[in-house]
């Protein structure tokens, strides 16, 4: 039997079957510690390396969200099967010196894992706590019934897929067929929270909502990686607008050319609407969101690794610019963002349809 071995990141080594008793022993050692825990968090990844990365990425979280902690890397591809596990916590200051502490479990998996990942790491949940599950990287056969059916909140970053539209279409799938609420949430919407609540803001001008039927140009700009980030928001205006789709670029010109994407939509008052979407390398997620229709042009944009957005209005010639709060841009500052939003994600799943038409288009 190899010797257990403290790990600089992920803690004291424990044998499988004890790690309960272990977990005891941990909170014994100091009675200063409070353990505190509202949800369990578990985060999935196949790429190696993952658990000391995630470790890093939950002692980020739990600085706000109080939770037990459940790391998983699997390496499917290993001949031979194998389950490792370590235990730990993460502690921060409260009034100074009390430490309030979420404690860690990460596990290592090797081989075949579908029946391990559900009888052996599950078995470690926090009964009576809901479940937010954090899957890395593109789908793969472990995303099953028998592991979403345990999942409360199934969070994925679709920026990481090479085949959204199949990887859409298995989530849509798991959402129809689980035996109870799935809630799914994607971190490439939530790149754009910030972006659509300017938006929204910016239309709580009655003489700028009075210029929304008169849109007939929208210009959307994105980093290449955060084209589904781009095709959400466009699908969220047109949802939001009442946009039908439009024919005047399925037969004018082409829907791509070279780094530029394009959409037409007619609006509720018959305006036709030429939506362009354009690729580029040195923008943040998003970098631009425009419309413009008769005299007004409502934009908001963000410099690559700006800390702020620029609220615009430029109305006849009428300029107002106002700064306003950025995204984060790490996966775990996502995370944090959903985690304390909270919600069933209502809005995403009114725009996912629109979204996918998008997409396959």
């Known amino acids: 039997m190899a010797t257990l071995e403290m790990h600089p990141e992920l803690g004291r080594e424990v044998p499988v079957g004890s790690i309960d008793k272990e977990l005891r022993k941990l909170w014994e050692e100091d009675e200063a510690r409070t353990n505190a825990s509202l949800m369990n968090l578990a985060v999935y990844s196949e790429a190696p390396g993952s658990l000391e990365k995630n470790s890093a990425a939950v002692r980020e979280l739990t600085a706000e969200h109080a939770c037990r902690a459940l790391l998983i890397g699997i390496d499917r591809n290993a001949a031979d099967a194998s389950i490792r596990a370590w235990i ?40 009576d706590l809901p479940l937010i599950f954090w899957w890395q990287g593109e789908l793969t056969p472990i995303f099953e019934d028998r592991l979403y059916s345990l999942v409360d909140r199934f969070v994925f970053d679709s920026s990481e897929w090479s085949d959204p539209i199949a990887s859409f279409g298995t989530i849509s799938d798991a ?17 754009s ?41 466009l699908a969220w205006l047109a949802v939001q607008a009442g946009w039908r789709d439009g024919m005047e670029l399925d037969l004018a010109v082409a829907r791509r050319s070279g780094n530029k994407e394009g959409f037409s939509f007619e609006g509720p008052g018959g305006v036709t609407i030429s939506a362009t979407l354009t690729a580029d390398e040195s923008s943040a997620p998003l970098g631009l969101v425009s419309l413009k229709g008769g005299d007004t042009e409502v934009s908001v944009s963000r410099e690559a690794g ?12 009428h300029v107002v610019e106002l700064p306003g709060p950025v995204d984060p841009d790490s996966s775990a500052g996502l995370i944090g963002e959903q985690l304390a939003r909270g919600g069933k994600n209502s809005l995403f799943q009114k725009i996912l349809p629109r979204f996918r038409q998008l997409l396959e288009r």
Not at 103 to 122: C, P, W, Y
Not at 175 to 191: H, I, K, P
Request: hydrophobic share 45%; proline share 3%; charged share 20%.
């Open 175 to 191: 959402v129809g067929s689980a035996t109870r609420e799935l809630v799914v949430q994607d971190l490439a919407w939530t790149r």
């Open 88 to 127: 730990t916590a993460h502690c921060h200051l409260s009034s100074g010196r009390k430490s309030v502490c979420c404690e860690q479990i990460a596990f290592a998996l090797t081989g075949k894992a579908t029946g391990r990942l559900r009888n052996t790491v599950f078995a470690h949940l926090a009964s």
């Open 306 to 317: 700006a800390a702020f957005l620029i609220r615009r209005i430029k109305c006849a010639s």
């Open 193 to 233: 929270f910030q972006f659509r609540v300017s938006i929204a803001a910016l239309y709580d001008d009655p003489l700028v909502l009075a210029g929304l039927p008169k849109v007939d140009t929208v210009e959307i700009i994105h980093h290449p990686d955060n084209r589904g980030t781009a095709l959400q928001m």
